[in-house]
């Protein structure tokens, strides 16, 4: 039982380093960088801009991480495709060079890892439910 609640506190944490990391994640400008949550928020309601859809995208993915499903395997590994995808959208549109900054690598590495982390942490977890039922 204590090791269940050990793991609880453990995934918590995964989930929200990588939240915080996905969120504070710096998109270069001409002038200065911008964190990746703002361009979220301002390209959500850019209309006629093929950055919408993955702005919304990447929104709905943290929406999932706040809401009560959010333990659910399959839930946990659409958030990370959703939340993902805005930041392919943006790899894919400009040239790699420019995102050749750290204050965009280390923020998007730990996402990813802390992400991944979080998602085989909540599968051993789920599995070890349902082998004691």
Same mark, same amino acid.
């Given at each position: 039982?204590?090791?269940? &609640?050990?793991?609880?506190?453990?995934?918590?944490?995964?989930?929200?380093?990588?939240?915080?990391?996905?969120?504070?994640?710096?998109?270069?400008?001409?002038?200065?960088?911008?964190?990746?949550?703002?361009? %979220?928020?301002?390209?959500?309601?850019?209309?006629? &801009?093929?950055?919408? %859809?993955?702005?919304?995208?990447?929104?709905?993915?943290?929406?999932? &991480?706040? !809401? !009560?499903?959010?333990?659910?395997?399959?839930?946990?590994?659409?958030?990370?495709?959703?939340?993902?995808?805005?930041?392919?959208?943006?790899?894919?549109?400009?040239?790699?060079?420019?995102?050749?900054? %750290?204050?965009?690598?280390?923020?998007?590495?730990?996402?990813?890892?802390?992400?991944?982390?979080?998602?085989?942490?909540?599968?051993?977890?789920?599995?070890?439910?349902? &082998? %004691?039922?």
């Amino acid at each position: 039982m204590y090791k269940v &609640n050990a793991n609880r506190g453990i995934k918590n944490v995964f989930k929200w380093i990588s939240i915080i990391s996905y969120l504070m994640i710096i998109l270069a400008g001409w002038m200065s960088g911008i964190p990746f949550i703002i361009w %979220l928020i301002f390209a959500a309601f850019d209309f006629g &801009n093929i950055d919408q %859809l993955f702005a919304i995208f990447g929104l709905v993915g943290i929406i999932l &991480n706040l !809401t !009560t499903g959010k333990t659910r395997i399959d839930v946990t590994i659409v958030s990370f495709i959703l939340m993902l995808s805005p930041v392919i959208s943006r790899l894919v549109q400009v040239p790699i060079e420019v995102f050749n900054y %750290l204050a965009f690598q280390i923020p998007l590495t730990i996402f990813i890892v802390s992400y991944l982390t979080y998602i085989i942490i909540n599968a051993r977890e789920n599995s070890g439910k349902k &082998n %004691l039922q």
